[in-house]
């Protein structure tokens, strides 16, 4: 309190004297040509969200692909500015967001939360892997200033035209969705798609049409604001995505539907960004010689606001949504095949180790501590349906006390699960008593500032890569990569029995009962906040044990295996092996793991001028992305639909139930589309008066009965 | 004193109040019933007694405890349960899971029960009859069946208090007839129950005190022949074109 109440008194001062006022002014300004950017950025993931229902976290790609696109049309090409701009914004980038609309998004009807999320993550995936593809991956591009060399001054401060020009955008923005929202038939119609889509057709709108458009809208919102950001840095694809993705901040003031408390947030976040970077780089006398001031300040201060932010949102109001019959369906597991399974995995592993060369072995080992990573999200996202961004992020932290630690004892293992855990706890516990995209957001923030705060502070990680001994256990030395290898899938095997043991208990009815009715199970008096913790904690610990184990494949600990992206894929392997089974993770660790390995393999050919060898390479950087996506079709995973489709051809071969009675748990289940109900409306916001009324006017009737009456 | 009351709840959804100082009482040994047309505001009452739904005015007693802000679970760990309107059964669960689910978590607050909770799993399906299709999973029953089973699954807490929204739709006539027994069967151990019911001869035959909702307004209330011959109740509700009501 003294300390604030000291520089406010000297504030007059400060400001009194000329070169300070006008260096403030400096960061001010910095600051709201930020904040104009964020909030262009941020309005466009509301309108997505709050049309579609759906958060949409490739829209960091989206806007870094329209940079690419920029940089392409005006530097490479030399094309004049205003008709590119044009182009990408009223063409390539509504055409991409009607693409993604269409292609991605429509087929995800009747599946859950998780899945829809998950697919937009493999679209984020995918897009970052495709502008390599395209552009290269130097991070050395550089698009001009609008009017680059001209600029006013403002009271004694210099504004460039460009900064001038952004904030006139971001106040033309603002005006131009106020308008078309309140005030259009469109916007209207896009306000209402979201609230209930049968509801909106009974009524004369076409759904599918809005949707489309709002896809458009928010794809060009991104472009443009990554057209803006781009001036300000030599940029590559990462940090371009990453840079957007700031604004998730400032959309989660505006709990992702409010544009005026969005604008807020980004004025808020921008500032603080500027004024922290700013004075910070002036007299860093006080902070440790070795901070990267500039790089921590920018990174940490959205993060913080975030979860900041989310511990401020209040809770969640709990939806009864009816129940669900969704097309996820995973059968309970047993617990004798579970033995079966794992006693199998060890004996081949056992012996293909023997008889595997020396890098393969390498390969297959990390595919076996990458499935152990991926344990990890079984017990919180297949069965308490959460999903977590920063498993990866987990593993290297995990990965880094086993370095610390770790001398062979089982210390180092044990430090990797307590600090990940602690990590856990940290991340998890703003974000757990709202809804699971907010959790998701929150880790995916997490991983971002693990690797660009965390990691490269020098006092705590001297070097980015770390010498890692493996586990001397009683004497039993596991230097050699054979008994690793069969050490790794023994340790896959006793997880997989712990969390089979787990769902067959209480905490694992417990959890699935969360995942299928979060309003039930309060009402039953259980409280939700502390289960999903208590799941998150187990999840964040057995990702850092495998952190740990990961790191022994190599003997090192390296920064760039846990950066942020790197949770991607881990993720979406994950789900698409499929996350509510155990042998889902082994399918989806080996499947990544030899995604590396099978790159290598291919011979370099040249096909129609296409060298076999890239094509081959970037195909399976792009897998996980593209497999993410196809999961629309068969949220179960792979090895649900293996069982399937194998219980299909058998039943073909013998009769169906040839071995046993009709199994009522495999009938086939319907996609159904969620039933007409009032009760299922306003799922995102209260309705408004008149919306009251003219719903009121269509469906003041039992749709049971009125149902029955359609059916004579 | 009341197990439940309700007081001058207000509940807002935009411009839209759908609930204005709304006040009822629950007693306990008794069935009282909820009625109201369509969109009267019954389950949003529901909500708000059970913690899904935050009023903007007025306040929810358990015991003459002040219960407002609290959390929904808190609210069941002091004995009070619900079913739904739309089912919120836990799908991938059998049905035997189901109240397996909430035995256990009945037992990890404690509750001061010495009963295991199988045992009490066991009674409830005894008492509801749904034997024949507790190894079911949950998604694929029948409304008849889901609607059993919520009920089983809200009992295996042993509520003081029950709030059943809609429980006898979709059930056939001796589905009806049975489950009215084992409500009546409930009360007379003490019980208190709230009834929301479109099948008004049920509720009738049911209740001693009915409530009744119109436009998000309490209308009418008192014994079943009060609300039969009231004037406004038989305007907004039971005298409404053919079809509504019975
Ligand atoms: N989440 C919501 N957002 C906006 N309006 C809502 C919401 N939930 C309910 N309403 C409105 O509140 C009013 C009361 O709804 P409620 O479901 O409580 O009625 P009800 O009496 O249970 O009707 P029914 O007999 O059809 O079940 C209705 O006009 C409904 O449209
Ligand atoms: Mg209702």
Redesign the interface.
């Known amino acids: 309190m003294t300390g604030l109440g000291a520089v406010m008194a000297s504030l007059p001062a400060l400001l009194a004297d000329q070169s300070r006022l006008s260096e403030f002014l400096g960061f001010t300004v910095f600051g709201i040509v930020l904040a104009a950017i964020y909030f262009i950025a941020a309005s466009g993931l509301v309108v997505t969200y709050t049309t579609s229902g759906m958060f949409n976290f490739a829209h960091g790609a989206v806007g870094m692909i329209g940079a690419f696109t920029y940089w392409q049309l005006v530097v490479s090409w030399g094309w004049p500015v205003v008709p590119s701009l044009l182009i990408i914004l009223l063409v390539i980038a509504p055409l991409l967001g009607v693409f993604i609309e269409r292609v991605v998004m429509r087929g995800l009807q009747g599946v859950s939360e998780v899945t829809r999320t998950v697919v937009s993550i493999a679209l984020l995936f995918s897009l970052i892997r495709v502008a390599p593809m395209i552009w290269g991956s130097k991070n050395t591009y550089k698009v001009p200033a609008f009017f680059a060399g001209n600029s006013v001054e403002i009271a004694g401060v210099g504004v460039t035209y460009h900064q001038l020009v952004t904030i006139a955008i971001a106040i033309g923005v603002a005006v131009f969705l106020r308008w078309l929202l309140f005030l259009t038939r469109l916007g209207v119609a896009m306000r209402a798609v979201v609230d209930s889509r049968p509801l909106s057709r009974l009524n004369g709108a076409r759904p599918e049409r809005t949707s489309a458009a709002s896809w458009a809208l928010g794809s060009s919102l991104a472009a443009l604001a990554g057209i803006l950001v781009a001036e300000r840095i030599v940029f590559d694809v990462v940090a371009l995505t990453f840079l957007v993705v700031n604004a998730y901040a400032a959309a989660v003031v505006g709990r992702l539907t409010s544009l005026t408390r969005t604008f807020v947030g980004a004025v808020v976040l921008a500032l603080v960004q500027s004024y922290g970077q700013g004075y910070l780089q002036e007299n860093p006398a006080w902070l440790p010689k070795d901070l990267d001031v500039v790089n921590t300040v920018s990174t940490a201060v959205p993060v913080v606001l975030l979860l900041v932010v989310l511990l401020l949102i209040p809770?969640a109001?709990?939806?009864?949504?009816?129940?669900?019959?969704?097309r996820e369906?995973?059968p309970h597991p047993k617990i004798r095949l579970t033995l079966i399974g794992v006693g199998s995995l060890v004996a081949v592993v056992a012996l293909v180790s023997l008889v595997m060369g020396g890098d393969d072995r390498i390969t297959w080992s990390k595919g076996l501590a990458l499935a152990i990573i991926m344990l990890s999200l079984v017990p919180l996202t297949g069965y308490g349906g959460q999903i977590s961004l920063a498993q990866m992020s987990f593993a290297g932290l995990g990965a880094y006390a086993v370095a610390t630690w770790g001398d062979g004892s089982p210390v180092g293992l044990l430090a990797a699960v307590v600090i990940a855990a602690a990590a856990g706890v940290l991340v998890a516990l703003p974000a757990l008593r709202l809804s699971g995209i907010y959790l998701a957001l929150a880790t995916l923030a997490f991983a971002y500032f693990v690797e660009k705060v965390v990691f490269p502070q020098r006092l705590l990680f001297p070097t980015a890569t770390k010498p890692v001994k493996r586990l001397n256990l009683f004497g039993l030395s596991l230097d050699d990569d054979r008994a690793y290898m069969v050490f790794l899938a023994v340790v896959f095997g006793l997880l997989t029995v712990g969390i089979v043991l787990l769902r067959l208990g209480?905490f694992g009815?417990?959890l699935?009962?969360m995942?299928?009715?979060p309003?039930?199970?309060?009402?039953?008096?259980?409280?939700?906040t502390r289960t999903k913790l208590q799941v998150f904690v187990l999840s964040s610990a057995i990702a850092g044990l495998g952190g740990g184990l990961y790191a022994g494949v190599g003997k090192a600990a390296n920064t760039i295996d846990y950066s942020a992206l790197q949770n991607l894929p881990v993720l979406l392997m994950a789900v698409a092996g499929g996350v509510a089974l155990c042998s889902g993770a082994l399918v989806g660790g080996l499947l990544l793991a030899s995604f590396g390995l099978g790159a290598k393999s291919i011979p370099s050919i040249e096909v129609l001028g296409v060298d076999s060898k890239t094509f081959f390479t970037n195909l399976f950087a792009l897998a996980p992305g593209l497999i993410g996506i196809a999961l629309g079709r068969n949220p179960n995973g792979i090895v649900a639909g293996m069982s399937e489709w194998a219980r299909a051809k058998y039943d073909a071969r013998f009769g169906a139930g040839a071995d046993d009675e009709v199994d009522?748990?495999r009938?086939p289940?319907l996609p159904l589309e969620p039933?007409l109900?009032?009760?299922?409306m306003?799922l995102f916001?209260?309705?408004?008066?008149?919306?009251?009324a003219a719903i009121?006017a269509v469906v003041?009737?039992?749709v049971?009965?009125e149902m029955a009456h359609a059916a004579p | 004193m009341p197990l439940l009351d309700a007081k001058e709840v207000s509940v807002r959804f935009g411009g839209h109040m759908a609930l204005l100082d709304v006040t009822m009482s629950v007693e306990p040994g008794r069935i009282t019933g909820l009625i109201g047309p369509n969109g009267a505001g019954k389950t949003t009452l529901f909500n708000v007694m059970t913690g899904l739904q935050d009023p903007v005015r007025g306040r929810v007693l358990m015991n003459g405890i002040d219960v407002t802000g609290s959390p929904p679970h808190e609210r069941s760990q002091r004995g009070m349960a619900r079913t739904f309107q739309r089912l919120e059964l836990f799908g991938s669960l059998t049905a035997y899971e189901n109240l397996q689910v909430a035995a256990e978590i009945k037992r990890m607050w404690g509750g001061g029960t010495s009963v295991p909770a199988d045992e009490r799993v066991e009674s409830a399906i005894e008492l509801i009859g749904m034997r024949p299709f507790v190894h079911k999973r949950a998604d694929v029953l029948t409304t008849g069946q889901a609607r059993l089973v919520e009920l089983g699954r809200a009992l295996v807490t042993r509520p003081k208090v029950l709030l059943l929204d809609e429980p006898a739709s979709g059930l056939d006539a001796d589905e009806t007839e049975y489950f009215g027994t084992i409500l009546k069967g409930l009360a007379k151990a003490g019980m208190g129950i709230l009834i929301v019911e479109h099948d008004v001869p049920l509720v009738m035959k049911l209740c001693s005190q009915i409530f009744v909702l119109d436009f998000g307004q309490m209308i009418a209330s008192g014994p079943p022949a009060a609300i039969q011959g009231n004037q406004r109740v038989i305007e907004a509700y039971l005298g409404a074109p053919a079809g509504s009501g019975a």
């Open positions: 809770q109001r709990l939806r009864a949504a009816g129940i669900q019959r969704s369906a995973v209480p009815r417990r699935q009962a995942k299928d009715s309003a039930a199970c309060a009402t039953l008096g259980l409280n939700l009522l748990d009938l289940r039933v109900d009032v009760e299922h306003g916001r209260a309705f408004s008066a008149d919306e009251v009121d003041r009737v039992d049971g009965k």
